[in-house]
Nanobody
């Protein structure tokens, strides 16, 4: 199970921190990360981090978002800075066995958390 938290309403330029804690069958979770889905758009990957700390980001968030993870707590974090209205979306925690599978959205999903950035 994945429990996400940390969404909310923020003004342009503001910051939010998302958290996602994994529980249950976690031994196969090598990749943890976030997707997002804006109204009327397809779900897109945002950022991911592997067990050894390797990270990937979508170009639109590079330099503004930072993903990290606490393996002892089985928790992944997404620090979002310099938020823009186009970051408004429902953010979903997603975990997978490999990065390739994660990119294909194959794995476990948490409930979404709404992030709204006002202009």
């Amino acid at each position: 199970q994945l429990q996400a938290s940390g969404g909310g309403l923020v003004q342009t330029g503001g910051s939010l921190r998302l958290s996602c804690a994994a529980s249950g069958s976690i031994s196969s979770i090598n990749v943890m990360g976030w997707y997002r889905q804006a109204p009327g758009k397809q779900r897109e990957l945002v950022a991911a981090i592997t067990t050894d700390g390797s990270t990937v980001y979508v170009d639109s968030v590079k330099g503004r978002f930072a993903i990290s993870r606490d393996n002892a707590k089985n928790t992944v974090y997404l620090q979002m800075n310099s938020l823009k209205p186009e970051d408004t979306a429902v953010y979903y925690c997603h975990t997978s066995i490999t990065l390739a599978l994660w990119r294909r959205a194959i794995g476990n999903w948490g409930q979404g958390t709404q992030v709204t950035v006002s202009s």
